[in-house]
Every structure is written in C-alpha cells, then in structure tokens.
C-alpha cells in the first residue's frame, strides 16, 4: 500500500474545523472510498470527481483507496483525478484471499468511521474479517450503480455485515430490500448530480439535426443494435441528420459494420471515449438532440449532463426510469418504449421544430435544477453517511467466511494457508481482464436472468406510462395544425 505524497495527514485533532466559503463547519468523521483505478474516463470516476470534495467541504476526513495491478492503473487513474488523498491497495498474489488481506491491511492504516465499497465487493468480506478478529471494524457501506442481478445477488451475500446501502436511483432501493432482504432502515438513497451550465447550446433552426450517443457500447444494457435502425428510418423519412458517438465498448466494432451495411457511415463519426472536458466541446456543444436506447439505467448522468447544457433528449423508458418519477414525456424529454424503433424515430422527428426542442431542452434544465444538480447531491449524500455515522453499527460475525477453491492449493489446504504459501514461494495469479484482478462482482445471476427482469419491470410498472400514447397521437392533442 503506497500513500499519495500530496495526501494530509490522517491525524488531525477530534472535531477539527473544516474551512468552507461559508464559513466553518464541525468535522463528520473519516470516510474511505474503495473504487477500482481501471476506468478512469467512467461515469463513477465523474461522480467520486465532485463528490469528494463536496464532502470534504461538509467536514468529512476522506481517503480514497484506489485498486492496483496490471489492469488497474491508479498513476493514470490519478493524472485524469488528482485526489488530494489517495492510497493505492494491490495484490501481490492475485487471489481472492490476497484482496482481502489487501484491503484488511488499508483499513487499518487509516482507521475509517466508514467504508464506502464503490464495485468493490472484496471490502465487505475484508470489513467482516476485522470484525470477527478482535470485535472491532468500521462501519461499511455499499454503494450500488447498476440495476443488474449479480450486484443484488452480493448485497444479500452481505446484508449480516453491511450496515447500510446507498442507491443512486428508487428502483435499486426497492430491488435491494426485495432481491437482498435488507432491513428499510439501512437502505438509503441519494442521486448523482451535474454542473449546471451557464452557456446553453443555441437551438439551430437550420441545416440537419446534429444527433448524439454518448456511453458504453453494448449490447444488453445500452442496445445500441438499435441505432442503425432508427437511423435507417430517419434517413428513409428524408430528415438531414449528422450523428456522432462517444464512448467505447465490446459492441463498437459490430455497430460500425451495422452502420456501414445500412449505407450510413457518411453521416455517422465514432469520437472515442471521451475526457469530460472533450465530451462538452466535442458532443454537448455540437448536438440538438441526446439519443438514449438503454434497457436500464440508474441516472443515467448523461442525460443529467445533457439537459444541464440545454440538449433535449429523446430516451427509451429504461427500466429505472418509472420508479425515478423524474422524466415526463413531452414536458422535459421525449421517451418511447425500450425497442420500439417507430416510436423513437417520430420522437427525433417531432424534434426537428426547433421551438419544440427549446421547450424539451428548457424544461430538462428545470428537472436538473431542482433535482440532479452537483450541490443537490452532496446534500443528499452528506445527510446518508451522517445517519449511518449516527446509527448503530452492526454486530461482529460470529465465524470468518470461507470461499469456494480457485486453485489446487486452495484445494489442498484452504484459503489462508495456500494464500501463505502463495506469498512465500512468489506464485501469483495471472488476470486478462480488470473484472478478473479486482471483480466488479461474486453474484452468479446472469443479465439474461428472466425472473430477475421481471420483478424489475414489475416494481417499476410505471416506467412506461408516459409513452402509452403513440407520438403522432400526441402531435395532434397539443400541437394541432403544427405537426411536422
């Protein structure tokens, strides 16, 4: 474990006071984060971005514990995210037991109140393990990002040791008590927020629809095997369009032979994944129009950042969207049913008044305002980590968690003796991924888990009202003798 040179010493008196431009303000307590190095130009990179110091500013002492390896970069991580305190925690063996150790060891270097695992599942077995040596452990909380059915899987793996869980998004809360059989009390929520910009995109009234995708390239998740279609449509209804994409992912190379077999690689260009100050000059100054096909989100931020710099937005009713409560069709967005390529296309249709795409893009900067701005967020995310500072802390594990063997000598002679020999003889794991060196995740529920899906289209049964009415029904109720 390496401690960032630039770091502030970690034993400042109880109850310091932290200087903010308001004045003075009582110190909260010591909060590590534990994030993984390996994605630098993510969304939850964005996030922990203007969280940290937004805590800080309430009083917070905080530390982030970046992963470390082969894939997990934390000096790259780090000239993109200059945290003023960072520890890097490796792994010299590459094994599960070895993370543990790993993040047991940082633990008790910096002696948190509070542990906040960010994808990071290995914290909670390592605060489990302090506990049940000597009693003793910080609190620890698991942050979830995602709607997807292994993450659950592991809250309910964990729900003897976690003490609380922070969702960014309703529906997550309610999957967690429902998926996880997490206590009401410990399950709390608190959204993600955005700059809000000053220097609105000029609606152009002229020349073709300038159409974005910004986010990971995927299949299941993001559906971009939608694109092309409705792009395909757009171009068969004689609408001028240019559109780009920012982001990357396992899907990119299967879109652009899409793209290109449906004749519209011309009018299409593939920007890379993008820094956030490129993703502002490159996409949220360029675009009329943010194009979202996702199966299911948790913000997404994209759409926050979107509306925050006077884009309308034209997204499917994801799962996580009902629930949420904040996107009204035809009054901040226009939304259409996940998959229905017609409906999507007469959305980006609808849009090409000019007037209709100030009103959209006028009341999406409302709804980031009231609810997803930066300072919005913290509030809510202070007030989470003040209560779980406040409540009582779980009780200590009666017996120490064993996992199943992931190599012969785990077979042989358990996890921590093999972990011994591991250490002594120089033998290590070796990875391919970022997922294998630090897992995202240990659930064996897979994306594809039908019941899973259902019970979250269920919980979130009002996620697809607002698109009952099909666009051109609509264009005649409140734009009549205006449709284009």
Same mark, same amino acid.
């Given at each position: 474990?390496?401690?960032? =040179? ?25 909060? +590590? ?14 996030? &922990? ?9 309430? #009083? @917070? ?55 906040? /695992? ?18 003793? /452990? ?14 659950? !899987? ?17 529906? $997550? ?5 429902? !998926?996880?059989?997490?206590? !009401? ?14 220097? *609105? ?17 995927? *299949?299941?998740? %993001? ?11 757009? %171009?068969? %209804?004689?609408?001028?369009? !240019? ?5 990357? /992912? ?8 899409? +793209?290109?077999?449906?004749? +519209? ?8 994944? +993008? ?15 943010? &194009?979202?096909?996702?199966?299911? =989100? ?5 759409? @926050? ?18 629930? =949420? ?8 967005? &226009? ?16 849009? $090409? ?41 779980? *009780? ?10 992931? #190599? ?22 070796? *990875?391919?991924?970022?997922? #294998?060196? @630090? ?15 259902? %019970? ?29």
């Amino acid at each position: 474990m390496q401690m960032n =040179e630039t770091a502030r010493s970690a034993n400042m008196p109880e109850g310091w006071l932290a200087t903010t431009e308001e004045g003075v303000c009582r110190q909260r307590g010591k909060l +590590l984060f534990v994030a993984p190095s390996a994605y630098p130009l993510g969304g939850l990179a964005t996030w &922990l971005d203007y969280l940290v110091p937004g805590l800080r500013d309430k #009083g @917070w002492k905080i530390t982030i514990g970046l992963t470390a390896g082969k894939f997990h970069n934390v000096d790259a991580y780090q000239k993109i995210h200059p945290f003023d305190k960072v520890v890097e925690i490796g792994n010299v063996t590459g094994s599960r037991e070895g993370r543990i150790r790993s993040l047991c060891r940082a633990i008790q270097d910096i002696c948190p109140d509070i542990v906040a /695992g960010v994808n990071i599942p290995d914290t909670y077995a390592a605060v489990e393990r302090l506990r049940s040596g000597k009693g003793r /452990g910080p609190r620890v909380v698991m942050t979830i990002h995602g709607i997807q059915p292994d993450i659950y !899987e592991d809250a309910g793996d964990y729900r003897s040791v976690l003490d609380a869980v922070i969702c960014t998004n309703k529906l $997550a809360c309610r999957l967690v008590r429902e !998926e996880a059989a997490l206590e !009401e009390k410990r399950i709390y929520y608190a959204p993600y927020g955005v700059e809000l910009s000053d220097n *609105h995109r000029q609606c152009s009234s002229g020349g073709p629809l300038r159409i974005a995708y910004s986010g990971r390239l995927d *299949h299941f998740q %993001k559906r971009v095997d939608d694109i092309p279609k409705i792009l395909l449509l757009l %171009k068969h %209804k004689g609408i001028p369009f !240019e559109f780009i994409v920012a982001g990357g /992912g396992p899907a990119e190379p299967a879109l652009k032979e899409q +793209l290109a077999f449906s004749g +519209l690689s011309d009018v299409v260009r593939f920007l890379g994944v +993008l820094s956030y100050t490129d993703l502002v000059e490159q996409v949220y100054r360029f675009a009329d129009i943010l &194009l979202v096909t996702s199966l299911w =989100e948790t913000g997404p931020i994209v759409i @926050w950042e979107a509306m925050a710099y006077g884009i309308a937005v034209v997204t499917s009713s994801y799962i996580g969207s009902g629930m =949420e409560g904040s996107l009204k069709n035809n009054e901040n967005c &226009l939304l259409f049913p996940v998959g229905d390529i017609q409906t999507a296309t007469e959305c980006i249709e609808y849009l $090409a008044d000019p007037g209709v795409r100030r009103s959209i893009a006028k009341g999406g900067y409302r709804l980031v305002e009231d609810r997803y701005s930066r300072e919005r967020s913290v509030e809510e995310w202070d007030g989470c980590f003040r209560k779980i500072l406040d409540a009582p802390t779980k *009780h200590p594990a009666s017996q120490n968690r064993t996992f199943p063997p992931t #190599g012969r000598l785990d077979r042989l002679f358990g996890n921590r003796i093999a972990e011994d020999i591991r250490t002594l003889t120089g033998r290590r794991f070796t *990875h391919t991924n970022p997922g #294998g060196e @630090w897992p995202h995740s240990y659930g064996m529920r897979q994306d594809n888990d039908a019941l899973f899906w259902k %019970k979250a289209k269920s919980l979130d049964r009002c996620a697809c009202q607002y698109a009952a009415l099909r666009v051109k029904e609509r264009f005649n109720k409140n734009h009549e003798g205006n449709t284009p």
